[in-house]
C-alpha cells in the first residue's frame, strides 16, 4: 500500500487569517487552522506559522472550476470581498480564466466554465505545479494514484476515488534554492511503518533530509520537500 495525501501545508504570516479565507472560499469544515472537506474525503489544508512574507511565485496553485461563468464570477467577487485580488503573472487579455491572490499573496485561478481537463474533479479542479515528468510518475507510485497524463512534457494524476488532479506543467522550471510554503504532507498506509515506508520512497527517488516536530522531512525528485508524518 502507498503513503496516504493527508494535508497541504501551507505557510503564512497569518494563519488564522487565511485559513479563514480558504475556508470561506471552499466551503470547508475548519477546525483552527485545519481545514477538511466536507464528507472527509480527499486531502486538508494546514495553515502554519511562517515569520517571512512571501516574495516570490508559488510552485504550486489552485485551480478552482465554475460550471457557468455566473459561478465564476460569484467565486471571483467572493475571493475580491474576503481579501483576494486580481494579479497579472503574464497571463495576457484573451485568457478566460482568471488569476487572483489570497490575502498572502499565494497565485489561484478561477477556471472557466466547459474546462473539459478539470470536469468532474470538485471545486479545487487541480493543484497545478511547477516539475518534471519524472516527480509526475514519482508521486504516482508514492500516492498509488494512477498517472492520467503523461504527454509533451506534463504529467497529472488522480486519485481512483475522483477529486482534485495534481498536475506538473513541465519546462521552464523555476529555482528550487528557496523553501517551499506549500509543501504535502503524507502519512504511512495503515498499519504501515515509517521507516520502511520512507525507504520505499527513496526507492522511487525521494530523498531524506532531516527530522522536524517529530515529522521525517524528505524530497521529491524535483528537490521539492515534503513531511512523511510521524
Not at 130 to 146: N, Q, T
Request: proline fraction near 8%; charge should be negative; charged fraction near 25%.
Amino acid at each position: 500500500m502507498a503513503s496516504r495525501l493527508f494535508a497541504l501545508r501551507v505557510d503564512a504570516v497569518q494563519p488564522e487569517r487565511l485559513a479563514g479565507f480558504w475556508a470561506a472560499i471552499l466551503g470547508w469544515e475548519r477546525d483552527g487552522v485545519l481545514l477538511s472537506p466536507p464528507g472527509g474525503g480527499g486531502f486538508r489544508l494546514r495553515f502554519v506559522p511562517e515569520q517571512d512574507p512571501k516574495t516570490v511565485p508559488n510552485l504550486m496553485h489552485f485551480d478552482l472550476t465554475s460550471d457557468t461563468l455566473a459561478d465564476q464570477e460569484r467565486t471571483v467577487a467572493r475571493a475580491l470581498e474576503l481579501g483576494g485580488r486580481h494579479i497579472d503573472i503574464g497571463q495576457g487579455p484573451d485568457v478566460e480564466h482568471v488569476v487572483l491572490a489570497d490575502p498572502e499573496g499565494n497565485e489561484f485561478c478561477v477556471i472557466e466554465p466547459g474546462n473539459s481537463f478539470l470536469d468532474g474533479c470538485g471545486f479545487i479542479g487541480a493543484v497545478s505545479s511547477d516539475g518534471s515528468p519524472r516527480v509526475g510518475h514519482f508521486w504516482a507510485e508514492a500516492l498509488g494514484w494512477p498517472l492520467i497524463w503523461d504527454q509533451d512534457e506534463e504529467t497529472a494524476i488522480q486519485s481512483s476515488d475522483g477529486g482534485s488532479k495534481i498536475t506538473w506543467g513541465g519546462p521552464p522550471y523555476q529555482p528550487r534554492s528557496r523553501k517551499l510554503r506549500w509543501a504535502y504532507e503524507l502519512i504511512p498506509p495503515p498499519g504501515g511503518d515509517r521507516d520502511a515506508e520512507a525507504d520505499r520512497l527513496i526507492a522511487l527517488g525521494a530523498a531524506r533530509t532531516g527530522t522536524r516536530d517529530g515529522d521525517l522531512l524528505m524530497s521529491d525528485p524535483d528537490g521539492n520537500e515534503f513531511r512523511l508524518l510521524g
